[in-house]
C-alpha cells in the first residue's frame, strides 16, 4: 500500500523549499522502505536547491539520514523490518566494473538507486543522492541500509550518512593521514571539523582549521585543531607554512568548494604534499594556475567521494566509537580518587574520570 507522507522537496533553482504530500510505493524486489527518524542538514542539499547539482526537479531532500527499516522486499536478506539504520549513498553491488575491479569505494551502482516517490500529481521526484531523507519514510535499495547499534541516537547516527563520514573519511582513507603528519583543513563546517576529527584520530601532530568565521574556528579547535587560522585576517598560505616549519602542510583538505580556497590549499601544502578536494564546487567554476606549479610542486592532488568509505565497514566502527561514553562508568573531582581506587576493586567501575 502506497505511504502518504510529509517531505521536503525543491520545486526549482533557487526557489525556497516546501513541505508537501509525498507518495512513496511499497518495496520491490530489492529494496527497503525505512521510517527516518533523523536526517542532517548538508550543504550539498543546498547546492541542489541552487542548481549547482543539476536540473531534475522536483528534488527530494536530505540524504544524511537513520531511521528504522518498516518493510522490504523481495530477495532482501540484509536487513528486517525493526533493524536501526543508516542511510548511505555508496552501497557496494559487487557487479559493476569498479566492484570487480577491487575498488568497491567508487561503486557506481547506487547513485540513482531508485525514482519511484511522487508527488499527489504523480510527478516523480528526484531523490537528493539516491535517498531523499526529509521525508517520514523513504524508498531506498536495501544495500543502501547499514545496520548500526540502535544505542546510538539517531541524530548522530545519521550524520555518519554523509558529511561526517566525508569528512573523517577524507583524512583517513583519501589522504591517508599518518602518524605525525601535519594537516591543515581549509573551511570548518560540519565536512570540514569532522576532517579535522579524523586526521586527529589518524596520529596527525599539527591540525590547522582555517575559516573566515571566528565561531566555526572556535568549533574546530574543541574537535581537535592545534592552530587556527582566520583567512579574513590573515594570509593562510604563509601561516601554515611558518606552522610547520616553512614547509607547508603534508595533507590539507579543501571543505568548502571554491577555486580560491582550493588554491590556498594547493600551496599551502607541503612540496610532494597531498592535496584533498572535498567541497563540491559548482559547474561555473574555473580554475587558474601556472601549470608548471603542479609539475614543480609535484605529489597528489586527490577529491574524496563519500571520504572513500564502505559503509559496512566505517559505520559501525564510527558508531563503536562514540559508544566509547560507555567506558565512562562515572565522572569524578580530583579529591574522589582514592574512592574510586576502591570501586576498581571491588569491580563495579570500567572507568572512573576525573573531570578537573
Ligand atoms: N565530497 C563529499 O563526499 C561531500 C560530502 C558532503 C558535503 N560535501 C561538500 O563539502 C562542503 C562543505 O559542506 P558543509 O556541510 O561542511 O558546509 P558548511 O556550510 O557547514 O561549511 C562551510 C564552511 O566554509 C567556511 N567558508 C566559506 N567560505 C570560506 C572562505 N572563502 N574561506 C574560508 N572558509 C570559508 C564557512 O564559514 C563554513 O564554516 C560543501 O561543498 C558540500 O557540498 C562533500
Ligand atoms: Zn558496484
Ligand atoms: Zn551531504
Request: hydrophobic share 40%; proline share 6%.
Amino acid at each position: 500500500m502506497t505511504s502518504r507522507v510529509r517531505g521536503v522537496i525543491a520545486r526549482g533553482k533557487g526557489e525556497p523549499v516546501e513541505v508537501t504530500t509525498v507518495l512513496v510505493p511499497d518495496p520491490g524486489p530489492g529494496e527497503a522502505l525505512v521510517a527516518v527518524q533523523a536526517c542532517g542538514v548538508c550543504h550539498t542539499d543546498l547546492h541542489y536547491r541552487e542548481g549547482g547539482i543539476g536540473d531534475d526537479y522536483p528534488y527530494l531532500l536530505g540524504h544524511e539520514a537513520a531511521g528504522v527499516v518498516e518493510a522490504v522486499g523481495d530477495g532482501v536478506t540484509s536487513v528486517t523490518p525493526g533493524d536501526f539504520v543508516i542511510l548511505n549513498w555508496r552501497a557496494v553491488c559487487g557487479e559493476c566494473r569498479a566492484c570487480r575491479r577491487g575498488r568497491p569505494w567508487y561503486c557506481f551502482a547506487t547513485h540513482n538507486a531508485q525514482q519511484k516517490m511522487t508527488l499527489e500529481d504523480g510527478t516523480v521526484l528526484s531523490p537528493a543522492l539516491g535517498i531523499g531523507a526529509f521525508v517520514d519514510k523513504t524508498l531506498v535499495a536495501a544495500g543502501q541500509c547499514t545496520k548500526v547499534d540502535p544505542a546510538v541516537p539517531p541524530e548522530v547516527a545519521g550524520l555518519l550518512g554523509c558529511g561526517v563520514m566525508a569528512g573523517l573519511g577524507a583524512a583517513i582513507n583519501t589522504a591517508p593521514v599518518t602518524r605525525g603528519d601535519s594537516v591543515a583543513v581549509i573551511g570548518c563546517g560540519g565536512v570540514g571539523d569532522a576532517a579535522i576529527l579524523g586526521a586527529r584520530l589518524a596520529g596527525a601532530r599539527t591540525i590547522i582549521g582555517v575559516d573566515i568565521d571566528p565561531r566555526k574556528l572556535e568549533l574546530a579547535q574543541q574537535f581537535g585543531a592545534t592552530h587556527v587560522i582566520n583567512s579574513r585576517e590573515t594570509d593562510p598560505v604563509e601561516r601554515i607554512q611558518e606552522l610547520t616549519g616553512g614547509n607547508g602542510a603534508d595533507v590539507v583538505i579543501e571543505a568548502i568548494g571554491r577555486p580560491e580556497t582550493y588554491l590556498q590549499a594547493f600551496y599551502g601544502r607541503d612540496l610532494a604534499g597531498t592535496v584533498v578536494l572535498v567541497g563540491v564546487p559548482t559547474p561555473d567554476m574555473r580554475l587558474e594556475a601556472p601549470l608548471l606549479d603542479f609539475f614543480g610542486r609535484g605529489g597528489a592532488l586527490k577529491s574524496s567521494w563519500y571520504g572513500d568509505c564502505l559503509p559496512e565497514r566505517d559505520f559501525p566502527m564510527l558508531t563503536d566509537l562514540y559508544l566509547l561514553d560507555k567506558f565512562v562508568s562515572e565522572i569524578i573531582a580530583l579529591d574522589q580518587v582514592e574512592a574510586a581506587f576502591a570501586k576498581m576493586e571491588r569491580g563495579e567501575v570500567l572507568r572512573s574520570v576525573v573531570k578537573l
